[in-house]
């Protein structure tokens, strides 16, 4: 089955600052890859995603990029601030089970200071 | 628009009881979806229904664990004889129909079993 790897866990920027987040995959068949943002108490909120046909995708400050070569993808977020400050999770999945079947990374903890 | 909403927010239940987890999915979202989500870790699949059958339960993590969703509208996730690891968020999430990628979460249910 899939098996998605983030890092890092925690990354802590300065307001303004470029924040990067990465994750690899295990399954070439995988071909939807979403982020979702979670803040404390709340569910995961769909921010961006990207499909194996396309290798980056741009929504304002928010990136993300796809290597199905190396099987991995990357979220950017440019001009961070303090609200951008939540646990982000990747997620990939397949098709081949007939519906879109999540599987999440660990997530990473981002904190903007001001 | 509403979004998925679940109820209770918050359980907490004593080892060995039973508990009902419910969700109201998006009006007209043919796919509904459940997670669990231990604490720092992402969501993991649990079970998908499409309409009212349920397609996928490969997910539940014992047979104490039901869910169902009679009319193809509201879903309800039971677990029997709570267990002390069955302590998590359960999230519950819906989406378009079986082809559309996007998935939106409700907040979870934090249960607790001491």
């Known amino acids: 089955g899939e098996n998605v790897e983030q890092h890092p866990s925690t990354l802590s920027v300065q307001e303004g600052d470029s924040a990067v987040i990465k994750c690899t995959y295990s399954?070439?068949?995988?071909?939807?890859f979403p982020w979702y943002k979670q803040e404390l108490g709340k569910g995961p909120q769909l921010i961006i995603d990207?499909?194996?046909?396309?290798g980056e995708k741009k929504d304002q400050r928010i990136a993300v990029t796809l290597n199905k070569t190396a099987k991995h993808f990357s979220l950017h977020i440019t001009e961070t601030q303090p609200e951008d400050s939540a646990v982000y999770f990747c997620?990939?999945?397949?098709?081949?089970?007939?519906?879109?079947?999540?599987?999440f990374g660990t997530g990473t903890r981002l904190l903007v200071s001001p | 628009g509403a979004g998925v909403s679940q109820s209770p927010r918050y359980k907490v239940a004593k080892r060995g009881q039973d508990v009902a987890l419910r969700c109201d999915p998006i009006?007209?979202?043919?796919?509904l979806f459940w997670y669990q989500q231990a604490l720092g870790q992402g969501p993991e699949f649990l079970t998908y229904?499409?309409?009212?059958?349920?397609?996928?339960k490969s997910g539940l993590p014992s047979d104490r664990f039901f869910a169902e969703r009679p009319e193809g509208s509201v879903s309800t996730l039971k677990i029997q004889r709570t267990q002390q690891e069955d302590s998590a968020v359960y999230l519950c999430?819906?989406?378009?129909?079986?082809?559309?990628?996007?998935?939106?979460f409700g907040p979870g249910t934090r249960l607790t079993v001491l």
């Open positions: 999430a819906s989406s378009l129909d079986s082809s559309t990628d996007t998935q939106y």
């Open positions: 399954d070439s068949a995988s071909n939807y």
């Open positions: 990207i499909r194996s046909n396309v």
């Open positions: 997620a990939a999945t397949l098709w081949n089970t007939g519906f879109q079947k999540l599987v």
């Open positions: 009006s007209g979202h043919v796919s």
């Open positions: 229904f499409q309409n009212e059958a349920q397609l996928d």
